[in-house]
């Protein structure tokens, strides 16, 4: 690694504008590859010198060096990879969020063309959380994305929950909420939800041991709305990016500005609202 990091700096460019030392995402590789290093291993490397790879730029001066470091160095649990989670996973990415563990059982399917960034009509069938891994290789090679091929229920949150720094819930239907945000909180770990229906999109946080947004829902047994609204891309593309803000910013800052609270956005009639739950 010292090798490394003496090629690096010989390698970086001075940003003027931004006072910062920059290195570009071919010369990243190439370094990389010299050195038996991984694309994220680089990429985390060259922060820890203060230099910052050519895509994580713009997010300067939103965000600190330092705080761009941790983003690189976090570990978020992704639950669903559909038509929220699909935008929260490409978000997250391009943020530079280090390793992302996308979790979904489904395949797509012609229904999810209206509103799920990951579908196409060229992998229908394809498995929701692979698709998002695919595209994350192509676009965001800075970060590592794992995807895992199924449902999250009981019988495997324990495991999947071990190391990770924040859980998204970007799942649909009650029953699977309820186990994941009762999973997360014995583990100690918190949970940034969301949910869809129609022009309606909600989002709020809890922290362990807290209720918050999951007061939403109450009996396993009930449909969510969506049944009954349908599920629009503008409500699923804010809710999102919702999402991702809170998220980035707790990794980034340790607090959570939706925590026990639940933004209610109407979108028929650009109304926002929030809401105490505690």
């Not at 997250?92 to 999810?112: P, Q």
């Not at 091929?149 to 239907?173: I, K, P, R, T």
């Not at 309606?200 to 809890?206: C, D, F, K, N, R």
Request: hydrophobic share 45%; glycine share 12%.
């Amino acid at each position: 690694m010292t090798d490394f990091r003496a090629a690096l700096n010989s390698l970086a460019s001075e940003n003027v504008e931004r006072r910062v030392r920059t290195v570009g995402l071919g010369e990243l590789r190439r370094l990389c590859g010299d050195h038996g290093l991984t694309l994220p291993q680089g990429a985390r490397g060259a922060l820890e010198q203060e230099i910052v790879p050519l895509p994580f730029l713009k997010n300067l001066h939103s965000f600190s060096i330092p705080e761009q470091a941790r983003l690189m160095n976090a570990t978020v649990l992704l639950a669903g990879a559909g038509g929220l989670g699909g935008y929260v996973l490409e978000l997250l990415a391009r943020f530079g969020v280090g390793r992302i563990m996308v979790a979904d059982g489904d395949g797509f399917e012609d229904s999810n063309l209206n509103r799920q960034l990951l579908s196409s009509a060229g992998n229908l069938g394809l498995n929701k959380a692979r698709a998002g891994a695919e595209r994350a290789r192509e676009t965001c090679p800075l970060v590592t994305v794992e995807p895992l091929e199924y449902f999250l229920d009981a019988s495997n949150l324990g495991g999947v929950l071990s190391g990770v720094d924040v859980v998204v819930d970007a799942l649909g239907g009650i029953a699977p909420r309820l186990a994941l945000h009762e999973a997360a909180s014995r583990a100690g770990i918190a949970v940034v939800s969301a949910a869809v229906a129609g022009w309606t999109a909600l989002v709020g946080s809890e922290l362990p041991g807290q209720v918050g947004i999951s007061r939403m829902w109450t009996d396993p047994e009930d449909k969510d709305a969506e049944h009954v609204l349908g599920s629009l891309a503008p409500a699923a593309c804010l809710a999102a990016s919702l999402q991702a803000a809170e998220t980035v910013q707790y990794l980034a800052t340790g607090s959570l500005r939706l925590a026990g609270r639940m933004l209610h956005a109407d979108l028929s009639e650009f109304r926002f609202e929030i809401y105490d739950l505690l």
